[in-house]
């Protein structure tokens, strides 16, 4: 489990050389630029303040400026080294002064309350194991009728994983804390959102593994 920004990081410099490899410089997960932009579709994210949780090396905060005139975006991770390269990233991009990146161990956000207009997330939720806890954290941050967008690896059923997945998550060697849609949106509900919607990315994803 990723406990504390002193731990043994699990994306440390060759993890996160070999995402970039596969998804692009500055991103961690699958897709790039185009399916973040899926995931922000339909939402006007121009003059907005947007925090990113689990921003990784810090290409989607950079993105959610750049090319979707954030005013501003707050990249948030708990390891060290994804955070050291987002800010060599912003730097190389020149937008130091419009995005910022913070580290904190895993726990409460380390921002007062309403203090967004978009929190967004990409494929990182999974490893936080309280959802209740991390929704609650989430709605608190947001400015009332704030706006939450995410993607995020999640799994058919909540309870045991069958055998494969639990192969499979063990062959990634990262920390995962999966969760169903259903588990997802009902601590959601708990937390005080409302207008959930879910879209499924698996016909896509499963392409893309191919
Ligand atoms: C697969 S990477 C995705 C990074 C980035 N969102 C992207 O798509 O390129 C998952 C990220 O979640 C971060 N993470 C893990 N636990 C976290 C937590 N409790 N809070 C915030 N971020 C966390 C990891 O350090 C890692 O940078």
């Given at each position: 489990?990723i406990e504390?920004?002193d731990?043994?990081?699990?994306?440390?410099?060759t993890?996160?050389r070999?995402?970039?490899?596969?998804?692009?410089?500055?991103?961690?997960?699958?897709g790039?630029?185009?399916?973040?932009?899926?995931?922000v579709?339909g939402?006007?994210?121009?003059?907005?303040?947007?925090?990113?949780?689990g921003?990784?090396?810090?290409?989607?905060t950079l993105h959610?400026?750049?090319r979707?005139g954030?005013?501003h975006?707050?990249?948030?991770?708990?390891?060290?080294?994804v955070i050291?390269t987002?800010?060599?990233?912003?730097a190389?991009q020149?937008?130091?002064?419009?995005?910022?990146?913070v580290?904190a161990?895993?726990?409460?956000?380390p921002f007062?309350?309403?203090?967004?207009d978009v929190?967004?997330?990409?494929?990182?939720l999974?490893h936080v194991p309280?959802?209740d806890a991390?929704?609650?954290e989430i709605?608190?941050?947001?400015?009332?009728?704030?706006?939450?967008?995410?993607?995020?690896?999640?799994?058919?059923h909540?309870?045991?994983?069958?055998?494969?997945?639990?192969a499979?998550v063990?062959?990634e060697?990262?920390s995962?804390?999966?969760?169903?849609?259903a588990?997802?949106?009902?601590?959601?509900?708990?937390?005080?959102?409302t207008?959930?919607?879910?879209?499924?990315?698996?016909?896509?994803y499963r392409?893309v593994?191919?």
């Amino acid at each position: 489990m990723i406990e504390t920004a002193d731990t043994e990081p699990e994306y440390d410099d060759t993890a996160i050389r070999f995402l970039e490899a596969l998804w692009g410089e500055g991103y961690l997960s699958p897709g790039g630029p185009d399916e973040v932009d899926r995931v922000v579709e339909g939402l006007s994210l121009k003059g907005k303040t947007i925090l990113d949780i689990g921003c990784g090396a810090g290409g989607i905060t950079l993105h959610l400026v750049a090319r979707h005139g954030a005013a501003h975006a707050t990249g948030f991770d708990v390891e060290k080294p994804v955070i050291e390269t987002a800010r060599r990233g912003a730097a190389r991009q020149g937008l130091e002064r419009r995005v910022s990146f913070v580290q904190a161990p895993p726990g409460p956000l380390p921002f007062t309350d309403a203090s967004f207009d978009v929190v967004f997330s990409k494929d990182a939720l999974l490893h936080v194991p309280d959802k209740d806890a991390l929704f609650s954290e989430i709605f608190r941050v947001l400015r009332p009728g704030g706006v939450f967008a995410a993607s995020n690896w999640m799994i058919g059923h909540d309870g045991e994983p069958s055998p494969q997945m639990k192969a499979y998550v063990a062959a990634e060697g990262l920390s995962f804390a999966m969760a169903s849609p259903a588990r997802y949106a009902e601590a959601m509900r708990r937390a005080g959102f409302t207008d959930i919607t879910v879209r499924d990315r698996n016909p896509w994803y499963r392409e893309v593994a191919r």
